[in-house]
């Protein structure tokens, strides 16, 4: 183990800033060059909470109870966030952190609740990636968040400093507690990924067992990623289709025509946005201001008030 | 102000005086030991139970996945520093008062630093693996990620652990010479024997060991600056609001030296009484560590109000937001005791009167310490309670007894070391003090006979 060795090693993972180049992808496993994105549709969204059941199942995710769940150590990869109060108004009156409190406490109800499907935002330049001790979590060359549960020590620090929290720790061995599936939950536990043990990290991963087979059905076809080709599960059990998936590369998919409708590009300093104050653009990332280069686009809600 | 210690003294005096400490404390030595040993025992089973059952059952969440462990860990880590601050950086500058106290204050060090470690190891989920952190060549080509402050802290700390040793057994070697020389019995003799390394007292010993522990000490002073930095980079180089500044490392460097010196003066006022070394720990000396701390509480209390101050200011409404937070949610009961205890208890440190009030001052230390204790505590979990994403606010979480048992039985361990290494390894740096009495009965000498240029 020589030291040029430890760097080759090493740098092969880290990828440089989405800014400066596309990284070193190695492109060889791919039929072509992927990104992985989504986009999700906020005016379509009823907040039924189909997708997040559906991840639960896709993804074996264990149920913790109600107990658990209240002390906030649930496990829901995918979770539906519920607002009330117009978000037009917060922003108006974001003007001090004090209004910022009043306004996320203010139950407004007029325009009734507002739903967001909170899941890993797969950011191209993840503050979760840098910090892992043991790099456990990496950056894949489809653009993907990977985590390595075998890798993980459970220090935590990725999810201190995730700013959207959506990485989940296993705080007790789940599998091994009654109420994770019950009979007859177990037989339908996914043979396609594992399920994880106590003091590791996990997160959303784009359904990345079925990303990899529907990658290595095209590549052995010998032809692009096609829509598809690949759904998540969220995206399959959403029943008003609000969530979109797809490779943002190919300019022919759902996802890079929407992103490009709305103006939303991968690298914020690339975006050209039309400053018009009736652009009608619904598109925006989340916390986009802090320059993670979220994978994820989400489409405004469509008030009635602004109709 | 009277001397640091008396000038009268007898080499031979000293040497029994020492030596008794290491033979016959006062009764109360194995109170403090008997009750040592009971708390880190409760610290022992509340980590079986986190072991065992997984890391729920302290209470953390998944917005707070940091706690308690992390919180004590840097106080620990920062107890370790003025130790270092005794023995290297006031060493260097001739600063003969500290001589009496360096060597229990360099043991704290060490001590406080291997409690520290312990928390690294509980903080993990799966602890078992804590060696995938260590860059060792492997079969499967993997690296830990040097990118990571957490990363950078574990081979600070390493560092820092392993030169603190040396230099503190280093600094010994002259007084094991002494208690081989005047222990003739027991496992002691054999003890001091192979730690004493031959040590004769030559010309030439005296002077090697003069040019190595000051090679050490050299050495030492910048880890003990960067150890603390790094652990603040843990903090500062996150994207988290209230974490994300600038100004930590030499916040937390200040917090660090301020907690280490208020961590003496308890030692000192124990140390005095067990030992009954009150001719050599004396209150003049009590005096300058107490006016020490006192500068440092000054500038930890004017960095902490430039951190309000950037935050403040800064236009970064989630930073903000976690410092009203801090200041009247939840959590404002211990953030106001923190200030209390941090900035305006060590005011009592002004009374001349005070400086020397040996009950009073040992109430004033702890304080200090809670305070300080108090200030990691509300570094790490504010910003996890009310952090970017609203959604994600928890206001609510508590710690539960097991961490809370584990912090409490950290204390415990940290007192049944030092305890027993001040019964093995003479606490008081015999040979310093020797120096002392000689310097200034050579200077008094001068002085009688008219002489200029007196020590």
């Known amino acids: 183990m020589s030291v040029s060795n430890l760097l080759e090693n090493w740098s092969k993972y880290r990828h440089t800033h989405p800014l400066d180049d ?286 | 102000m009277g001397k640091d210690i008396r000038e009268d003294i007898a080499w031979a005096q000293i040497n029994k005086d020492v030596l008794a400490s290491v033979q016959s404390p006062r009764k109360l030595y194995w109170v403090i030991l008997f009750i040592a040993l009971a708390v880190f025992g409760v610290g022992i089973g509340c980590e079986v139970m986190n072991y065992r059952i997984g890391l729920g059952v302290s209470n953390m969440d998944n917005p707070h996945v940091w706690g308690l462990y992390i919180a004590t860990f840097i106080f620990w880590i920062g107890m370790s520093h003025s130790g270092t601050l005794l023995s290297a950086i006031l060493h260097l500058m001739h600063a003969d008062w500290r001589k009496p106290i360096y060597r229990f204050a360099e043991a704290m060090t060490t001590f406080s630093l291997m409690t520290a470690g312990l928390f690294v190891a509980v903080h993990l989920g799966r602890l078992w693996q804590i060696y995938y952190a260590l860059p060792y060549p492997n079969e499967r080509w993997t690296w830990p990620n040097f990118q990571s402050p957490l990363l950078w802290d574990a081979m600070a700390i390493f560092t820092y652990l392993s030169s603190s040793v040396i230099f503190l057994y280093i600094g010994s070697i002259p007084d094991l010479a002494i208690c081989r020389d005047n222990i003739q019995a027991g496992w002691r003799k054999k003890l001091y024997s192979i730690l004493s390394l031959g040590w004769e007292g030559t010309d030439r010993q005296w002077r090697n060991f003069r ?137 009592a440190m002004m009374v001349k009167k005070w400086q020397v009030n040996i009950p009073i001052m040992f109430a004033v230390s702890l304080l200090l310490n809670l305070g300080m204790w108090l200030e990691r505590w509300m570094i790490v979990s504010p910003t996890f309670a009310h952090g970017y994403y609203p959604w994600s606010w928890d206001h609510d979480q508590w710690p539960s007894l097991v961490q809370w048992g584990i912090v409490f039985g950290s204390f415990g361990w940290f007192t049944l070391l030092f305890m027993v290494f001040c019964k093995i390894i003479p606490s008081v740096s015999m040979y310093e003090v020797k120096e002392m009495v000689y310097h200034r009965t050579l200077a008094k000498k001068k002085e009688e006979l008219g002489l200029e240029g007196g020590h």
């Open chain 1, 22 to 307: 596309g990284g070193h992808a190695d492109w060889n496993a791919y039929p072509s060059p992927i990104k992985w994105a989504m986009s999700i549709d906020l005016d379509a969204c009823t907040g039924c909470n189909a997708c997040s059941v559906a991840c639960y199942a896709e993804n074996n995710l264990p149920v913790v109870g109600k107990d658990k769940y209240a002390h906030g150590q649930a496990m829901h990869w995918m979770r539906i966030e519920r607002y009330w109060g117009e978000p037009e108004k917060a922003i108006d009156e974001f003007d001090s952190a004090m209004n910022f409190q009043l306004v996320a406490q203010n139950f407004d109800v007029d325009q009734g609740a507002q739903f967001l499907p909170m899941l890993c935002q797969q950011c191209e330049a993840a503050p979760c990636e840098t910090v892992c001790p043991v790099g456990a979590t990496n950056h894949t060359e489809d653009g993907l968040n990977s985590q390595i549960y075998n890798r993980c020590i459970g220090s935590r620090y990725c999810s201190a400093n995730c700013p959207y929290k959506v990485r989940y720790f296993n705080w007790y061995s789940y599998p091994d507690q009654e109420h994770a599936w019950p009979e007859p939950l177990n037989q339908q536990l996914n043979p396609d990924l594992t399920v994880r043990t106590k003091g590791v990290m996990e997160k959303c991963t784009f359904c990345k067992q079925r990303t990899y087979t529907a990658r290595n059905d095209a590549k052995t076809e010998g032809r692009e990623i096609r829509d598809e080709d690949v759904q998540t599960a969220c995206q399959q059990a959403c029943p008003t289709g609000a969530i979109s998936f797809g490779n943002l590369f190919n300019p022919e998919s759902t996802v890079a025509k929407q992103w490009s409708a709305q103006q939303v590009d991968l690298v914020k300093e690339k975006q050209d946005k039309d400053g018009t104050p009736d652009n009608k653009l619904r598109g925006y990332r989340i916390l986009e201001e802090l320059r993670p280069f979220p994978s994820i686009m989400y489409l405004e809600r469509v008030r009635e008030s602004a109709v």
């Open chain 2, 211 to 347: 040019i190595t522990y000051m090679t050490v000490a050299c050495f030492l002073i910048p880890l003990a600056v960067s150890v603390h930095s790094i652990v603040a980079s843990d903090f500062a180089m996150s994207q988290q609001p209230g974490w994300h500044v600038t100004s930590f490392p030499p916040y937390f460097v200040a917090g660090a030296l301020y907690s280490g010196c208020a961590a003496i003066i308890t030692l000192f006022v124990i140390l005095r009484y067990v030992f009954k070394f009150e001719e050599y720990m004396t209150l003049p000396i009590l005096r300058k560590t107490v006016r020490l701390t006192f500068a440092i509480a000054m500038v930890w209390t004017y960095l902490n109000c430039i951190e309000f101050a950037s935050a403040w200011y800064g236009h970064s409404q989630a930073d903000k937001a976690v410092l009203i937070q801090k200041a009247t949610g939840p959590y404002a009961p211990f953030w106001w005791s923190m200030i209390f205890c941090g900035s305006v208890v060590p005011f």
